[in-house]
């Protein structure tokens, strides 16, 4: 593995070195499991104690945590922004070469950028664009007059149906499957007819889509994912819907129809959020938090239970069986109470 000094390091991410600058590592580590050619972070104060007892040959803290501190440090005001573009240096994740495998099916109008990489098993329908060094990977199929973005990659098995686009510098991750029918549908006396879903899925750049991950086709409007949005795995998004700029969405949370999510905004994992409702910039849903109507103003919100004692929940799940009841008797104490 290539060594770096703290010296490179700290210039590449403007950070100022405390001990042996020309220190050269291999690699990053949690302070629990580095050793002496590892650079290890604190950037949560429960764990300052693991400092001291660190094999790592360096550390990322805050000048304010260096106190005492005998190993080489790399002083930061952002210690875990420090950690993740350390770790794109120091990133080794194979990456494809740019040629053609000999198995993939790519109809003859397909327009290829230069160093594009195409692995075995890749079906590339009419129509399709893939700009310059986009990396896609086995087994994936990309429907007819859909575009992508340079230097995207899209891992093994990843769908994208027709009239996609996808920006550049974006990652899909393995099974995600961009531009399937939305669920839309009527009734006719009992039965279900099908709506065509005729729009499509428009996605910017630097998006970043999870494994497992679906994202529906509009039914009329496009669905829009806007530039630098990070989506987890396992999200279901639905058709029509707007994401912002700059949201992250965690695992496990599922998007109706229609719904319009603002900029720079947080959800926590396995939230619900229902079909033609918006949501203001800059708002942060707890994990498990279901949202039926429209947020207006920026801020945290929550509706999910944390998790409670066995007996504890017991009780309260009696308790909330009571509250009719208790309803009605604080009701009729406040009659009488007005009536005297």
């Known amino acids: 593995m ?31 499991s580095a050793s002496a050619e590892h650079i290890a972070f604190l950037a949560n104060e429960k764990y300052r104690t693991q400092v001291d007892t660190t094999a790592a040959g360096a550390v990322i803290m805050r000048a304010e945590d260096d106190q005492g501190v005998a190993i080489n440090a790399l002083l930061t005001e952002n210690p875990y922004l420090a950690y993740a573009k350390i770790a794109q240096l120091l990133d080794h994740t194979p990456q494809m070469t740019p040629a053609i495998h000999p198995t993939a099916v790519i109809a003859d109008d397909v327009v290829l950028g230069d160093g594009v990489a195409i692995g075995p098993h890749v079906v590339i329908e009419s129509g399709v664009k893939v700009a310059a060094q986009v990396q896609i990977g086995a087994h994936c199929f990309i429907g007819q007059d859909t575009s992508i973005g340079a230097h995207s990659r899209l891992w093994p098995h990843v769908t994208i149906y027709h009239g996609v686009q996808i920006g550049e510098y974006c990652t899909l991750h393995s099974t995600s499957v961009i ?13 279900w007819v099908k709506i065509p879903q005729l729009g499509a899925v428009v996605i910017g750049n630097h998006v970043d889509i999870g494994v ?22 396992q999200v279901q998004i639905g058709h029509n819907v707007v994401i912002g700029t700059g949201t992250a969405i965690a695992g496990q949370v599922g998007i109706a129809g229609s719904t319009r999510i603002g900029r720079h905004c947080l959800i926590g994992g396995q939230a619900g959020l229902a079909g033609h409702i918006e949501i203001a910039d800059g708002v942060q849903l707890h994990g498990q938090a279901m949202v039926t109507k429209s947020i207006e103003q920026a801020g945290v919100y929550a509706s999910g239970n944390p998790v ?20 009605k008797r604080v009701k009729a104490l406040e009659n009488k109470l007005k009536n005297k």
């Open 2 to 32: 290539a060594l770096v000094t703290l010296r490179e390091l700290a210039a590449a991410v403007g950070a100022t070195v405390r001990g042996d600058a020309s220190y050269q590592v291999t690699g990053l580590a949690t302070l629990r």
């Open 179 to 191: 531009g399937g029918d939305g669920f839309g549908w009527a009734t006719d006396h009992g039965k």
């Open 212 to 233: 497992g991950t679906t994202i529906d086709r509009g039914a009329l409007d496009d669905t829009v994912i806007e530039d630098n949005c990070i989506i987890d795995n």
């Open 308 to 327: 409670t004692p066995q007996s504890e929940w017991a009780r309260g799940g009696v308790r909330y069986k009571q509250l009719p009841d208790l309803f």
